[in-house]
């Protein structure tokens, strides 16, 4: 699989240092953000975690099923990942390397979504089509970011300038300010040290060099 130039952007921006906590990616339909925003997800838990949860959330259980797992799980095992989902939990477990982690699936439909992210604790999580939303289930699944080392992934595609969502992260993003939210902590990013043989030969065969090998 061949990569644009921002698609490998999205690969490797946790790789580098730097005091990033976030990523946004908005674009057009079929620019294939989704696809390299996830797969750079899961590499990125995968490296970064062992025995954490993580969160994945779409508008509906059913279309993060369709629009993001659907074609990236079967590209994962390809890379060498195990993957087994337990639908009746809404639960993906994913194992490379002698590391596991959970991500739990959630739907954002509505005001009382929110309530079902509630409690969880994330070492991450990834909005799917983020501008969808109600504001209140993505900043509850923001607050449950509380594992050192977190870090937000905001897919979307605001077609409204005054949507709240462009107003406040993409523009804010876009000036270099981060988000007007006391919830969200600074936290400094650092190199990482594992890497296993899969990451390496990804990363080389689509030539792509964030890090020494």
């Keep these: 699989m061949r990569f644009s130039q921002k698609q490998r952007r999205v690969l490797t921006w946790w790789c580098r240092p730097g005091d990033w906590e976030a990523i946004i990616c908005d674009g ?10 996830g ?4 590499l990125w838990a995968m490296a970064r975690f062992n025995g954490r949860q993580l969160g994945l959330c779409g508008k509906t259980i059913t279309s993060l099923r369709r629009n993001l797992l659907a074609e990236l799980v079967p590209y994962l095992r390809r890379l060498g990942f195990d993957c087994w ?15 596991e982690n959970r991500f739990l699936l959630f739907g954002g439909r509505d005001e009382s979504s929110a309530a079902l992210i509630q409690g ?15 504001r209140s289930f993505v900043e509850q699944a923001v607050a449950r970011c509380s594992v050192a080392g977190s870090r937000l992934w905001f897919n ?13 992260w993409i523009l804010r993003a876009r000036e ?17 040290h594992w890497l296993c043989k899969n990451y390496v030969n990804f990363y080389k065969a689509n030539c792509i060099y964030p890090f020494k090998t």
């Design 28 to 37: 057009a339909v079929r620019s294939g953000k989704t696809f390299s925003m």
């Design 39 to 42: 797969l750079s997800f899961f």
């Design 85 to 99: 989902e337990r639908r009746s939990e809404n639960l993906l477990t994913v194992r490379l390397g002698g590391r």
């Design 120 to 134: 969880s604790t994330l070492a991450g999580v990834l909005l799917d089509e983020a501008a969808l939303m109600p």
């Design 156 to 168: 979307c595609n605001p077609e409204n300038p005054q949507h709240w969502f462009y107003r406040e």
């Design 176 to 192: 270099g300010r981060s988000p007007n939210w006391e919830m969200i902590s600074r936290i400094k990013s650092a190199t990482v």
